[in-house]
């Protein structure tokens, strides 16, 4: 992406489904025990591999349970139409595949961008 940007990104799930685990496997590079999450979580993660250096991701853990899951069209209620969806696999106890999640984020990102300067 170049440069020094921000990017935010929310995390929507199930509850138990390892989002919050996820995030601070990202923040500090190491399985944290968590608790079930009431509400949400924020944090803000610099990347690290060579194509998310210099960004700054904003992600957002909102919890999954049935009655929080409403909330979650707070997070995508401004969307616009087309937007991109993604899932890919991680294991947030050991760090499997959490790098290579973050580039295809990024390489998502340069794509919807791409997209919309065409317009």
Do not use: H
């Amino acid at each position: 992406m170049g440069g020094t940007s921000s990017v935010q990104l929310a995390m929507l799930g199930l509850d138990s489904a390892g989002k919050t685990t996820l995030l601070y496997r990202l923040k500090f590079d190491q399985y944290t025990e968590t608790s079930q999450t009431i509400g949400f979580n924020c944090e803000k993660i610099m990347g690290v591999t060579e194509r998310t250096k210099g960004i700054l991701f904003k992600i957002w853990d909102a919890g999954g349970q049935d009655k929080i899951r409403p909330l979650w069209r707070s997070y995508t209620s401004e969307l616009p139409a087309g937007q991109v969806w993604s899932t890919q696999a991680t294991c947030a106890v050991t760090g499997e595949g959490l790098m290579e999640a973050m580039d295809l984020m990024c390489e998502l990102i340069e794509k919807r961008k791409k997209t919309k300067k065409k317009r």
